[in-house]
């Protein structure tokens, strides 16, 4: 019984478990915050194309289709 009171003293003075969760914690929003990052580059990098597809089309030096972005 001594050694069951023993370890559950030291369970509940062990704070290593702490740490690992802070740690968890911070590389889930840096995860995130990675994630959102590039889908904001890459909206806006699409919407670059998309200009500049749009812009080729009105100039008489080429064409483009800006439903697919293929240009001519």
Do not use: H, K, N
């Not at 969760?21 to 915050?33: D, H, N, Q, T």
């Not at 064409?63 to 240009?71: E, N, Q």
Request: glycine share 12%; hydrophobic share 50%.
């Amino acid at each position: 019984m001594d050694t069951l009171m023993t370890t559950a003293r030291q369970f509940c003075q062990d704070d290593s478990g702490a740490a690992m969760v802070e740690y968890s914690i911070l590389v889930g929003i840096i995860a995130a915050a990675a994630i959102l990052a590039i889908l904001a580059i890459g909206g806006w990098v699409s919407g670059r194309f998309t200009g500049l597809c749009a812009a080729l089309e009105a100039s008489p030096l080429g064409a483009c289709d800006v439903t697919t972005g293929v240009g001519t």
